[in-house]
């Protein structure tokens, strides 16, 4: 059975605090190549670690594995905002959920945490748009990952007719 993850308020008062709680969680390894010469985590590797938690959230929320080669939806929209750097030394992980859906399109937060004080390291907006990879054209988001993220989030993401 999934449980919220635990996210201490941040002492950091430009953070929001979330709306509703977290349910998935990915640790992440830092590399040593993740590390930019100012002796922090790279902005680029964010995203690519908000993928891997996007990748995750999927597969656990679906109940499969997500065939990649057809996934129907594609991201159409990133906004981050950083809070504090990240260091080779800290120990993070990234927690994942949907805030929103509509007919064609839908709404992740992440968060990238450091484990240890629940510092918040930044904090993501993706939008994924229902996307079909064989034709590239737009189409609706699947009604079957309406219901299993509604069930998952534990809110009611009304289909829209």
Known sequence: MKKAVTLPPSANPRVPEPEAP?????????RFNDIDMLGHMNNGVYLTMMDLGKAHYFNDVLGEKVNWHEINVAVVNINVNFYAATFLTDTISVVTRIVAMSKHSLTMEQRIIETTTGEVKCLARTIMAGYDIKTATSLPIDPVWFKKISEWEETDFALPQ
């Open 22 to 30: 977290f349910y998935h969680e990915v640790p992440l390894q830092i």
